[in-house]
């Protein structure tokens, strides 16, 4: 599928029915599958052959959405998820040990911030949170001989800090340690970041890539690009004697960190996507470009608007001419961000409060990246566990307003936040 645009990519690859097979992408509900031969079976537990054994390591219909992934970002391969959660768990495990230690940026969507900064912490891997705005030699300070990874935000949720990639991959590659990007918010359509040097690529497929907010999914993607050492990184390069001695990165090659991430973490941690899951997914990523830019223009009227407005402290719309991040994003998302404003009303709290709970046409949902409209207050929601120095931190206002612009008719959407300003 190489040849053709992203757009036919998001509804042709992956899949490809041959003579009388289902024009849609079938769902395989199965467990288990069955072989002629105790061999067979055999080889397949022993990474000799390739196939499907049983569906917490690989599924036909997870399959095939996992090579339409891989396929939209450039990547050698993708492993989907039971959640963003899981997959930005096992992008880090997959690498790092305990003693281990990992940069990141600390505008990280909450979620993350806590995952890593209680949750992986307490399984002994280090992290240093860097500012959105660290200079090179802020990030060239945070390195020891023990960093294993760097991860970062394309688009930061919700402060929408638009993450220098090509600066972190640079710095990281000097120090050999691999880059991870969450593309959650821009998607391959606005932004693929192994285009600038990122190596792993994770998504929540629950926000755009689904697209519906119908099914809770991740992804993570290899770009194949990484050079996996002996020195830092043992578990890739070493015998794995849970498959008789295995090697990874020889008998994997390029493919090495995906495997390891599928036969091991997700043999044993067993967070993997259902088919049902799959199947909407696909779904939603069929319509993927088309909704993609509704969202960017219906959103970026929104900011025009909202930057108008007497009502209004500040407005962060990383395409919006003016915004601190705009240059950054004219490099790396040119043909447009994702659908999600914050801003601050004046009057603080009370006033974020007030104009949420006059929304009509608008949802105040603890979700983002969807076709409706809907918003929410991060301070008190998605970033409740930050203190008051993170919530600053992460560029985080206490009445800072998150709202996801969906690709209802832009009129509607501006009538309800005109009228929830105005009551």
């Not at 690859?13 to 041959?18: Q, R």
């Amino acid at each position: 599928m190489s040849k053709y645009r992203i757009g036919t990519k998001c509804l042709h690859s992956g899949y490809t029915p041959k003579n009388g097979e289902p024009r849609v992408m079938p769902i395989v509900q199965s467990t288990t599958y069955t072989y002629d031969s105790v061999s067979e079976m055999g080889d397949l537990f022993d990474l000799k052959t390739d196939g499907f054994f049983y569906t917490r390591l690989a599924n036909p219909t997870l399959d095939l959405v996992e090579k339409k992934i891989a396929e939209l970002e450039g990547g050698v391969g993708a492993m989907i998820t039971a959640s963003g959660q899981a997959a930005s768990l096992i992008s880090i495990t997959n690498i790092c040990l305990a003693g281990d230690h990992v940069i990141c940026s600390s505008s990280v969507y909450g979620g993350t911030f806590n995952l890593f900064n209680k949750t992986l912490r307490d399984l002994g891997i280090d992290f240093t949170f860097l500012p959105p705005d660290a200079t090179a030699q802020d990030i060239e300070n945070a390195f020891k001989e023990n960093t294993r990874a760097v991860f970062i935000e394309t688009l930061a949720n919700p402060s929408l800090v638009v993450t220098d990639i090509e600066l972190y991959a640079n710095i990281a590659h000097k120090h050999s340690v691999a880059l991870i990007v969450d593309n959650t918010f821009a998607t391959p359509i606005n932004c693929r970041p192994f285009e600038f040097g990122a190596d792993i690529v994770v998504h929540s497929t629950s926000k755009y890539l689904d697209g519906h907010a119908a099914a809770l999914g991740g992804a993570i993607v290899d770009s194949g690009n990484f050079v996996w050492t002996k020195e830092k990184y043992p578990n890739l390069t070493t015998p794995d004697e849970t498959y008789h001695g295995v090697i990874y990165t020889e008998h994997f090659g390029k493919a090495a960190y995906i495997a390891k991430a599928r036969v091991h973490l997700m043999r044993d941690m067993g967070a993997q996507q259902s088919p049902m899951n799959a199947f909407i997914l696909n779904l939603g990523m069929e319509t993927l470009e088309l909704r993609m830019k509704r969202h960017c223009e219906n959103a970026l009227k929104v900011a025009e608007f909202l930057k108008s407005s007497d009502k209004i402290k500040t407005v962060v719309y990383p395409g919006l001419e003016g915004d601190k991040y705009y240059e950054l994003a004219q490099k790396y998302l040119p043909n447009g961000t994702c659908g999600v404003i914050s801003f601050v009303p004046k009057g603080g709290f009370d006033a974020a409060v007030k104009f949420m709970e006059k929304l009509k046409l608008t949802s105040l949902a603890v979700h983002v990246a969807d076709v409706r409209t809907c918003a929410l207050h991060p301070a008190s929601t998605t970033h409740r566990q930050l203190s008051e120095k993170q919530l600053e931190e992460s560029g985080i206002d206490p009445a800072m307003i998150r709202l996801s612009v969906g690709i209802e008719n832009i009129d509607d959407i501006l009538d309800d936040i005109r009228n929830a300003l105005e009551n």
